[in-house]
């Protein structure tokens, strides 16, 4: 059974009042980095899985891209993407990303924002990818980093005045399955190592152009004082690659 928390009312009523779902992608704390990451997108054919509201699927057009495809599992992300959404050349698609199937080389862009560590096997994932991109396209995505999914508390230690004192890291090298929690919400999170990541990566044939690890933008630092913070650990990890052009 595929994960599809943003279909309980409760999680995605939450969910809909966090910063980067009102505000988008200016409010999303590594999109300063990740957007960096992207390749140009004028006349290029996209995909988006995991797509949530349509972000990135409609700044791919602000971009000139030639179309947009957005994959997501909840019928409530969807519906909020097409509300939001008046192009006809996005089309959004209502299915887990692990059941995507396309054509081989139908894209030139894949991406993907903070969905694949609720997924099982990245190995599967990178493997789809492949075979839908075209010779020299880019899959570029971001995930929680693994130091951050590490432990199932996900969360810093405090001292008795509730201060923060550090963030643990335990169980780093044991792989799989995190029950946590996520706006006062069970989710199941599936923890990787770094290497993993690097790993599958090359061994599907991706070439790794970049890796970043999240730190917050000067503005925000200026505008959320509490995110000094991010600092001190990163919370997420962004990857850029490419398909071998042969």
């Known amino acids: 059974m595929k ?17 980067r779902s009102v505000k988008g992608l200016e ?13 140009n997108l004028k006349d290029k054919n996209v995909l988006d899985l995991g797509c949530g509201f349509g972000w990135h699927c409609r700044y791919a057009r602000d971009q000139q891209a030639s179309s947009v495809i957005g994959v997501d599992i909840s019928k409530n992300m969807l519906k909020k993407a097409r509300e939001m959404t008046n192009d006809p050349l996005i089309s959004y698609i209502k299915a887990p990303i692990e059941d995507i199937s396309f054509p081989n080389s139908q894209f030139d862009v894949v991406i993907s924002s903070l ?3 609720y997924i099982k096997s990245f190995k599967s994932i990178c493997k789809k990818v492949y075979d839908c991109l075209k010779p ?13 999914t590490s432990r199932n508390e996900q969360d810093w230690y405090y001292d008795e005045q509730g201060n923060r004192l550090h963030w643990p890291v335990d169980n780093y090298q044991i792989e799989g ?5 996520f706006l006062n919400e069970n989710v199941t999170k599936y923890h990787r190592t770094i290497s993993t990541y690097i790993n599958d990566l090359i061994n599907t044939g991706f070439i790794i152009s970049t890796v970043k690890e999240s730190v917050p933008s000067d503005e925000m630092l200026k505008s959320i004082p509490e995110m000094k913070d991010e600092n001190r650990r990163p ?12």
């Not at 919370?235 to 042969?246: H, W």
């Open 136 to 148: 020299g396209g880019s899959f570029v995505f971001s995930v929680e980093h693994p130091i951050f």
């Open 27 to 39: 409010a999303a704390g590594e999109w300063h980095i990740l957007k960096e990451l992207l390749p």
């Open 115 to 117: 969905a694949f560590h």
């Open 177 to 181: 399955v995190r029950e946590t929690t």
């Open 235 to 246: 919370m997420f990890l962004m990857i850029s690659t490419e398909k071998k052009n042969s």
């Open 3 to 19: 994960q599809n928390k943003y279909d309980d009312p409760n999680f995605f009523s939450a969910y809909k009042q966090m910063p």
